[in-house]
């Protein structure tokens, strides 16, 4: 069950907010060329609990359908996992939750260099260019 108190949200007693050090990861995270859901949805992730998927939306201000392309892309990154629960009263779909599978690190590590690499790409193309005039 989600409560919402002073902007913080409570998911079966573990505290979810957004704080300075994650808005600042997401804002570093988007200079990097990731896109604003994954960025958000990883800043949600990064203290390392589980947390549903209605929560990461509530959270981070991000839609449904936001949260499960960033969900699909952690996810064939196999850096997430999922695991349903049933919900303890009422009908209805489980409850989707979610946790890092590695540690922000290795994320960061992964990241850098794929940044490293398109820089690479980018030098050699200006080096050609330099060459052909």
Do not use: H
């Not at 995270?29 to 990883?42: D, G, K």
């Amino acid at each position: 069950m989600i409560v919402v108190a002073d902007n913080e949200f409570i998911l079966e007693g573990n505290d979810f907010k957004m704080g300075e050090v994650e808005y600042e990861m997401v804002e570093l995270l988007r200079r990097l060329n990731i896109n604003r859901p994954v960025a958000l949805t990883l800043a949600c992730l990064s203290k390392g609990e589980e947390i549903s998927s209605q929560c990461i939306e509530m959270v981070s201000g991000l839609r449904q359908p936001e949260v499960s392309i960033a969900m699909r892309y952690l996810r064939e990154n196999d850096w997430v996992d999922m695991r349903e629960e049933k919900k303890n009263q009422g009908k209805g779909r489980p409850v989707k939750l979610y946790k890092l599978t590695v540690r922000m690190e290795t994320i960061i590590n992964t990241i850098e260099e794929s940044v490293m690499a398109e820089s690479k790409a980018v030098l050699q193309n200006i080096e050609r260019l330099k060459n052909l005039s």
